[in-house]
DNA sequence: GAGAGATTGTACCGATTGTCTAATTTGATA
DNA sequence: TATCAAATTAGACAATCGGTACAATCTCTC
């Protein structure tokens, strides 16, 4: 069931890589896969949904290699990040990643952009947060800017120059230049005390900016135990409060709330005769959608 | 008839602003231009078309707008240089043109993808260009890089810092400071001595620099008049010279020579028995593959 | 072997791009 | 002003796509 799932992600990966995804229709990947239409969407939700749950995969995988290069290294060796980089870099090319992304960027569907802006923030973050551990805690104020000029300095040049030079070595070569270039500017503008970006931002941007919040908590909390109401004395209704907790602690306890799930959640609910079209169900989703999805 | 079209256009833009571009479908522009559909492929032939259109009375305006800021000016004036950076910039915002550009830089269409290739190419080599007036000749060998970074910089900061702080300054302050960055790297790369694009690159990837070749053009005529002779007494194989001629033609004259039409015709031609695996036309592939695609 | 859940195949819906055509309007010329 | 070619219109039409619905079938477990 679950490898059958995974089968599916595999092979609609292959076409995407392929044909693109626009490109790649649902029947394409059924004929591929050899699953029915039925099947499919007894998976996933809708083509964007199967994207999400390849980014995911594809996500982890890349998070976990990255950190195993650091296992029992200094995390203050420079080396040790060109490494990760590189690693990096080369799973993006592989799986043809950023063509993927910049395809699926601008997509009209706000669940699959939220996701795409959720981890290029994450990684915004991660490289921040490496850029303290290499160049010391002293030069932090500078080093959001300077992260986020790596990140420009790196997409740009790597782009350029793959398409001068068809190298085997590109990666690592214009990995190395910008490395070398962002030692210099990090250097230059502790000195002139220029900044853009403060590194609390990252704070503010946090999806966990907003969960901190007292307030939002003791909201969501009360929301929810409204609606459990109705369910809490019936014991065959088991169910629909396991399903309201489980929204509960991914809003709260989970670093990035998967909103695809929470989404499916929600529908699952909103069919309950008990809860449809109540007002306690469409206060939840206006919540959401204003707290978590910042949206309206 | 020309003010109709260009209606059509201002009237399309203002939905692909509102909506985005693919969210705009081709009935929605007929609603809002009150054009009728055969009208609409009367004037272009499918919606990307229109895009190309849109696109290029954009760019047309401003690089006619950034000219004039030079006019009576001292080119190695960086202020006057950060004027021009600020008010591309401010176009690109009102018109939404970033947004486009992603929305549209990995759709499936050929002809619009190597429209945008050419246009980012083009603004790369205008800011190069830029950068040897002010920074002067002797810096040369590295100022590809570093227009290729600055405008890694650029974009990167301008987003985040977008997403950051909303101020009307945003365009100002960032463009400021990628200029200060970018001033300090170019010093720091010239005494280095490290450099990944060579600025002749921009000669092998320009669409004329090939082409105004004397040598390019003179080898293209040997190879076609080679291979048009076995067609020239045969008045039935007046189809074959016409395809060879508008390869010529179309390598020759037209500023962005189609690669799908020629492969295409290439493909054609290989299909004839006269021609099918002869020394000429791999001479013809091979040529072609170096020359202007710039592989192997 | 009975039954629940997963899977299949297929018909169907609505939206979209693009083609085609017959009828009508427009505009320049004689 | 009359004429006629070109431009424009309205809408039917085909093809494709994402997604829904559902009855029939298969698989696995108790």
Redesign the pocket.
């Known amino acids: 069931?679950k490898d059958?799932k995974q089968h599916v992600i595999k092979m609609a990966h292959q076409l995407f890589i392929d044909k693109g995804f626009q490109a790649?229709?649902?029947?394409d990947i059924l004929d591929y896969s050899?699953?029915?239409?039925?099947?499919f969407?007894?998976?996933f939700?809708?083509?964007?949904e199967l994207l999400i749950a390849l980014f995911t995969t594809l996500y982890k995988q890349m998070e976990k290699e990255r950190n195993e290069l650091l296992i029992g290294q200094d995390p203050s060796d420079i080396e040790i990040f060109i490494k990760q980089m590189e690693l990096q870099l080369e799973m993006n090319r592989s799986n043809n990643l950023t063509a993927l992304f910049e395809e699926v960027y601008v997509s009209n569907d706000e669940e699959l952009k939220q996701f795409i802006k959720i981890g290029s923030f994450k990684s915004l973050r991660w490289l921040y947060e490496r850029f303290v551990a290499i160049f010391g805690e002293d030069k932090k104020p500078y080093l959001l800017d300077c992260a986020s000029m790596f990140m420009g300095i790196l997409s740009h040049m790597l782009k350029n120059y793959s398409i001068a030079v068809k190298s085997p070595h590109a990666i690592h070569l214009v990995v190395r230049y910008s490395v070398n270039r962002i030692a210099k500017i990090i250097e230059e503008v502790s000195q002139s005390g220029e900044q853009l970006l403060e590194p609390e931002l990252l704070d503010a941007w946090s999806p966990n900016g907003k969960k901190n919040n007292q307030a939002f908590q003791q909201a969501l909390h009360r929301i929810i135990l409204n609606l459990k109401k109705p369910f809490t004395q019936n014991i065959g209704s088991k169910k629909q409060v396991e399903l309201l907790d489980f929204i509960y602690e991914e809003l709260i306890n989970r670093q990035e709330p998967r909103l695809y799930l929470i989404d499916s959640v929600l529908d699952t609910l909103k069919k309950e005769p008990q809860l449809k079209r109540t007002a306690g169900m469409q206060k939840l989703e206006k919540f959401i959608n204003e707290y978590v999805k910042n949206e309206k």
């Open positions: 069931m059958r790649t229709s649902i029947q050899g699953i029915a239409k039925g099947t969407y007894n998976y939700s809708s083509k964007n």
